[in-house]
Nanobody
Framework: QVQLVESGGGLVQAGASLRLSCAAS????????MGWFRQAPGKEREFVAT???????????YYADSVKGRFTISIDNAKNTVYLQMNSLKPEDTGVYYC????????????????????WGQGTQVTVSS
């Protein structure tokens, strides 16, 4: 059984930084896509960032326009963990952040819709005050 556990959320002021972590366990994926999504109160879940393997060691990251240049997604295969470094946070970044895994991927393709992902974590709350 696949388990994804997010951590690192919290309450910060605008302009601050946070790093979210998502530890995966229960199965080894050969070439997964890992994604971060978020959901603000009263809104639908939205794509934030994704990272996919494009070759034996190369990865490709893709970001929502709203976070491009401020957020960085990265992966540590040895720890089965994906990170989301969030800088210059804004109040509109507030929400519950979820990590997700898509088990089977096509090299070079990125995945940015929630229904493409197979497994989800429980989420971690990020609140940015103005």
């Amino acid at each position: 059984q696949v388990q994804l556990v997010e951590s690192g959320g919290g309450l910060v002021q605008a302009g601050a930084s946070l790093r979210l972590s998502c530890a995966a366990s229960g199965r080894t994926f050969s070439r997964p896509a890992m994604g971060w999504f978020r959901q603000a109160p009263g809104k639908e879940r939205e794509f934030v960032a994704t990272i996919s393997r494009t070759g034996d060691i190369a990865y490709y990251a893709y970001y929502a326009d709203s976070v491009k240049g401020r957020f960085t997604i990265s992966i540590d295969n040895a720890k089965n963990t994906v990170y989301l470094q969030m800088n210059s946070l804004k109040p509109e970044d507030t929400g519950v952040y979820y990590c997700a895994v898509k088990e089977k991927t096509i090299i070079g393709r990125y995945y940015y819709t929630a229904d493409e992902y197979d497994y989800w974590g429980q989420g971690t709350q990020v609140t940015v005050s103005s």
